[in-house]
Nanobody, 127 residues
Framework: VQLQASGGGLVQAGGSLRLSCEVS????????LGWFRQVPGRERDVVAAVSILGRTFYEDSVKGRFTVSRDNAKNTVHLQMNNLKPEDTAAYYC??????????????????????WGQGTLVTVSS
């Protein structure tokens, strides 16, 4: 499987970006998906996730600013990022769980929930 993230770039604080991740393979609608970010020297953190049924989960620092959505017809998951802050600067990755795995408040934001990972896209927010 391939997960290809795109849409990163340089933006000023307060601006917006929309990340996309296209996932190869079949049965896209049977996988939960997550967006993660990583700063050099730090662990990868989950920022948002969407379940098989479309339920969404967010890390506290991005609630109200980021929106995750999935387009099952296009095998794509999006992350709309608004009101970006310099501390949002990171490489952003998408990932998916194993087949037909449900996620909840307890598991959606845990790195270990996810199995397949893609290449990252860099987001830089200037102050």
């Amino acid at each position: 499987v391939q997960l290809q993230a795109s849409g990163g770039g340089l933006v000023q604080a307060g601006g917006s970006l929309r990340l996309s991740c296209e996932v190869s393979g079949s049965l896209f609608n049977k996988y939960a998906l997550g967006w993660f970010r990583q700063v050099p020297g730090r662990e990868r953190d989950v920022v948002a996730a969407v379940s098989i049924l479309g339920r969404t989960f967010y890390e506290d620092s991005v609630k109200g600013r980021f929106t995750v959505s999935r387009d099952n017809a296009k095998n794509t998951v999006h992350l709309q990022m608004n009101n970006l802050k310099p501390e949002d600067t990171a490489a952003y990755y998408c990932a998916r769980t194993r087949f037909n795995i449900g996620i909840s408040e307890m598991t959606a934001l845990a790195v270990g929930t996810y199995y397949d990972w893609g290449q990252g896209t860099l987001v830089t927010v200037s102050s």
